[in-house]
Nanobody, 117 residues
Framework: QVQLVESGGGLVQPGGSLRLSCRGSGIMLSSFNMGWYRQTPGKDRELVAKISIDPRTIYADSVKGRFTISRDNRKNTVYLQMNGLLPEDTAVYYC???????????WGQGTQVTVSS
């Protein structure tokens, strides 16, 4: 069974840091382009960062310079290091695995990140 298991969310004060992890189960993440997305109530899910199999990275303008996406193929895990967190970063964060050059993808279950004093 293919699963993406996210962890690392929680409550943090503004200016703090969190590291999200997305571990593959039944799936080798090294073969997928990976992305982190986030969603707040009433809004569409939005791209936060992506890392390709090359690996190349892209970031949403709102997180550039604060967030870093990376992958450790030995651990079959993709990370999102989030520094300088702001209240507007509060959202459910989802991991997505995309098969390169296709429309095939899988989502994780999401992890809540809350930035509040």
């Amino acid at each position: 069974q293919v699963q993406l298991v996210e962890s690392g969310g929680g409550l943090v004060q503004p200016g703090g840091s969190l590291r999200l992890s997305c571990r593959g189960s039944g799936i080798m993440l090294s073969s997928f382009n990976m992305g982190w997305y986030r969603q707040t109530p009433g809004k569409d899910r939005e791209l936060v960062a992506k890392i390709s199999i090359d690996p190349r990275t892209i970031y949403a303008d709102s997180v550039k310079g604060r967030f870093t996406i990376s992958r450790d193929n030995r651990k079959n895990t993709v990370y999102l290091q989030m520094n300088g967190l702001l209240p507007e970063d509060t959202a459910v964060y989802y991991c997505k695995a995309e098969v390169p050059r296709t429309d095939s993808y899988s989502w994780g279950q999401g992890t809540q990140v809350t930035v509040s004093s």
